[in-house]
């Protein structure tokens, strides 16, 4: 699976839009961009994945640059809820021996009153 | 609300003790993962299952850690002897891919978070 770049923290004030980059320079044409958050003390969470359109759901919205090589999870209305670990994640789509996530270390996004 | 569910949810035990986490994947999911999260490694998969069979384990040091499932709604990682450099949160995770779409999403239970003394 391609490796992620993601810078190690940034802040948000509250109520501001929240955009996370992640840069995925080597990624495969086959490989889909997955996006993760872990608030603290709890699990990870899912939150989208996209291959090359963008895509947007009850949680966010994820653009993926027309090269494929990063993309940018878009929080539009961060709450202080949202402060987490934002783990991107790029694997191939397929099941079998590919289904496992590989984490690496994500930004810590902290949102601000 | 289906959810992975996991016990027990704190351990303290001494070196050299069994330890055995257990954990309830949600109703339906035949994909179970086991991970393992250290401030030093982050999070690590150890390994995982589908169908309760396991598919890679290669994560998992074999010579204190096993991990089966007994049945489809019980998963169990155990420690045998355990160390101090196990000291852990184990996070349990299932899913239910759907070829050949591309949906894979892994719901993660709340992890058990264990102390070796």
């Known amino acids: ?113 | 609300d289906a959810r992975v569910t996991q016990t027990p949810r704190h351990k303290v035990t001494e070196m050299g003790q069994e330890v055995t986490m257990r954990c309830q994947p949600i109703l339906g999911h035949n994909t179970v993962f086991w991970y393992r999260q250290t401030m030093m490694q982050g999070l690590e998969l150890l390994a995982y299952f589908r169908n309760r069979a396991p598919l890679d384990d290669s994560g998992m040091p074999k010579d204190r850690f096993s991990a089966e499932m007994p049945d489809a709604t019980l998963a169990t990682l155990k420690i045998q002897p355990s160390e101090p450099r196990d000291s852990a949160v184990y996070f349990c995770a299932s899913g239910l891919p759907i070829a050949p779409i591309s949906y894979n999403e892994q719901f993660f239970g709340p992890g058990t978070r264990l102390t070796v003394l």
């Not at chain 1, 961060?78 to 994500?106: H, M, Q, W």
Request: with cysteine.
């Open chain 1, 1 to 113: 699976d391609a490796k992620t770049t993601q810078p190690p923290s940034m802040d948000c004030a509250e109520g501001r839009a929240a955009n996370l980059p992640c840069n995925h320079s080597t990624i495969s044409g086959n490989e889909y961009v997955y996006w993760y958050r872990q608030i603290h003390s709890q699990g990870p969470q899912y939150i989208i994945h996209g291959l090359k359109n963008n895509e947007t759901n009850e949680m966010a919205s994820l653009i993926i640059t027309e090269d494929r090589k990063s993309s940018t999870l878009i929080l539009p209305h961060a709450t202080l809820r949202d402060t987490a670990v934002y783990y991107c994640i790029v694997r191939v789509g397929r099941g079998g021996s590919n289904y496992k996530l590989t984490f690496g270390k994500g930004t810590l996004l902290t949102v601000n009153p």
